[in-house]
């Protein structure tokens, strides 16, 4: 399941589409909206993203995930829109026979989405805001 969503992400629905009796570990990522970066208050972030090409490059990563680890599945799935403090931006869900590929799957896919998939954050302070490009 790669997908982009502007409610809430369901990680319940996540967990039931994926995780298989053979599963032995389940590894799940959530990235939330902190209330400060780089020394300054964040007020809320906006995500947008060129959504057809985002939802393919989400694919891919998740592709390349089960090529490169032993996993069974992998679900991402990235919210857009404003979110406020402490909202799941991100949530990456791996399954496997084993803890240890699972854990490097997941973290190959966050840092992977991070670099390749074009989403972008915006932040919103007390006395303005701004783009954040790249890997922070």
Not at 14 to 33: K, N, P
Not at 92 to 101: E, F, K, Q, S
Request: net charge neutral.
């Amino acid at each position: 399941m790669y997908r982009l969503v502007r409610e809430p992400i369901d990680i319940e629905a996540m967990q039931h589409s994926l995780i298989r009796s053979e599963d032995g570990a389940v590894v799940i990522f959530l990235g939330t909206v902190r209330n400060n970066a780089r020394g300054r208050k964040v007020l809320f972030l906006e995500y947008e993203a060129y959504e057809k090409m985002a939802l393919k490059k989400l694919e891919e990563v998740g592709t390349r995930a089960k090529e490169l680890y032993p996993i069974t599945g992998i679900s991402i799935v990235h919210r857009l829109g404003r979110l406020e403090h402490r909202d799941c931006s991100v949530a990456i869900l791996v399954t496997a026979a084993h803890r240890a590929p699972a854990l490097d799957a997941c973290r190959f896919a966050i840092d992977t989405l991070k670099k390749t998939v074009p989403i972008w954050k915006k932040e919103f302070y007390e006395d303005g805001e701004c783009w954040i490009e790249g890997v922070e």
